[in-house]
């Protein structure tokens, strides 16, 4: 399936368009080359010298070259490439030491309520709170934490991390 680029008149396949490009119909899409300026920039990965076509493609690709020294929090397995990974892995509820996912989001955020460091990353005043309905996570508002650098709210920590690792390239938060 493709379609000649109304701009350069070249004939490309529906994967050299952006969906917003492509969805504009044959005869009013550009390809990704000429929405790009024709730019031959291409980004490149210093460690393996692969290129990129834009800086974010760059960002993502280098999350390969991290080292997985990062422990998990509970049960102490080293094999995660950022604290988010690890969070995920706790939040997931498959990790030994903290089964069960409402579990876990309730221990991490008690741990996390409970250090003087993570304060400024804990919203005040809770957005929502569960209700008592039998459940055991009742003490967890609905996004308890926020960015200080952004006051975007989340619903894990490990929202918050990644954010935090992408946005503002806080990597050792």
Same mark, same amino acid.
């Given at each position: 399936?493709?379609?000649?680029?109304? =701009?350069?008149?070249?004939?490309?396949?529906?994967?050299?368009?952006?969906?917003?490009?492509?969805?504009?119909?044959?005869?009013? $899409?550009?390809?990704? &080359?000429?929405?790009?300026?024709?730019?031959?920039?291409?980004? =490149?990965?210093?460690?393996?010298?692969?290129?990129?076509? $834009?800086?974010? @493609?760059?960002?993502?690709?280098?999350?390969?070259?991290?080292?997985?020294?990062?422990?998990?929090?509970?049960?102490?397995?080293?094999? &995660?490439? $950022?604290?988010?990974?690890?969070?995920?892995?706790? =939040? $997931?509820?498959?990790?030994?030491?903290?089964?069960?996912?409402?579990?876990?989001?309730?221990?991490?955020? @008690?741990?996390?309520?409970?250090?003087?460091?993570?304060?400024?990353?804990?919203?005040?005043?809770?957005?929502? =709170?569960?209700?008592?309905?039998?459940?055991?996570?009742?003490?967890?508002?609905?996004?308890?934490?926020?960015?200080?650098?952004?006051?975007?709210? &989340?619903?894990?920590?490990?929202?918050?991390?990644?954010?935090?690792?992408?946005?503002?390239?806080?990597?050792?938060?």
């Amino acid at each position: 399936m493709g379609r000649y680029c109304a =701009e350069c008149n070249d004939y490309y396949t529906n994967s050299n368009y952006s969906r917003n490009q492509w969805m504009k119909g044959n005869g009013y $899409s550009r390809c990704k &080359f000429c929405v790009g300026g024709h730019s031959q920039v291409k980004y =490149e990965c210093h460690k393996c010298y692969r290129q990129f076509n $834009s800086s974010n @493609e760059l960002d993502m690709h280098m999350q390969t070259h991290r080292a997985k020294t990062v422990s998990c929090p509970v049960c102490g397995d080293s094999r &995660f490439k $950022s604290g988010a990974n690890a969070i995920q892995h706790v =939040e $997931s509820g498959y990790c030994r030491g903290c089964r069960g996912a409402d579990n876990a989001r309730q221990q991490i955020y @008690e741990f996390a309520s409970r250090q003087n460091q993570m304060s400024r990353y804990m919203t005040s005043t809770p957005m929502l =709170e569960y209700g008592d309905y039998g459940n055991s996570y009742g003490d967890v508002p609905d996004k308890p934490y926020c960015c200080p650098d952004c006051n975007k709210s &989340f619903r894990q920590l490990s929202q918050l991390l990644q954010h935090q690792d992408n946005k503002h390239r806080n990597y050792n938060m």
